[in-house]
């Protein structure tokens, strides 16, 4: 996408109701050139706020390099919060940031000591249910992960299911596990639909104590360094299964259904979504 289409889907999700948007990823655009534009992102943040969009709004990290970026976007254009990722699984961990595990958490502790009053940060644990190199990811592995990463305190906490094989009760156990131990953390789910349990994985999330949810417009999305990964959930199949169950998200689905089109055609093929081809239910009546 151009950096003024990446500006519209910014526009398109906080005008239906996002309250928080990854806008962007302080990443290598040598490695990943689809992510590329990340200052330019920033730099119009300001004129989208001035819009009456409440939105917050976070950048991707990887990196000391990539926090040292955010940081100087935090304050010169108001970016939010930054993501960090860290992997469960020493071997995919050290294909995406070059160094096992425990060293990369042992990197960011001077990094947020130093970033924490410019913006808010956040930590993702990537491979939570399963790695694409190692196989299954223990729990005790993953909650020893986790404890190593509320030492940095941030100001929440993300399981990530990467390659998406997680299911419902795998849900259930992580995210129980988690909030059992650290009951006071804010707990995100990074959710991907590779296997076709994306929705069904959200809903247990919901039931055992998720705060946020992430999704994609389409259900677009992937990680380079991860094989055969695939899209998150779509953000319009989400609102409909919640709403329709009678929890309130503060977004509009029509509003979501038209930017996953809108999205699909400027992508040029088709996006998994499966409610922006339906639409919701009960649609309106002709007049």
Known sequence: LSLEDKLTLIRKAAAAGAGRIEVCSFVNPARVPQMAGAEEICAALPSIRAEGHASRFVGLVLNGRGLERAVHMAEAYGLDEAGLVVVASDTFNERNQGRKTFETLAQYAPMFDGARGALGLGLTVAASFGCPFEGEMPLARLLSVVEACMKLDPIEIAIADTIGVAT???????????????????????????????IANAWAGVEAGAATLDSSFGGVGGCPFAPKATGNIATEDLLYMLERSGVATGMDLDASIEAAGWLEAKLGHAVPGMVMKAGGFPRPQAA
């Open 168 to 198: 419902p009760r795998d849900v259930a156990e992580r995210v129980g596990a988690i909030r059992e131990r650290f009951p006071d953390v804010p707990l995100r789910l990074h959710l991907h639909n590779t296997r076709n349990t994306g």
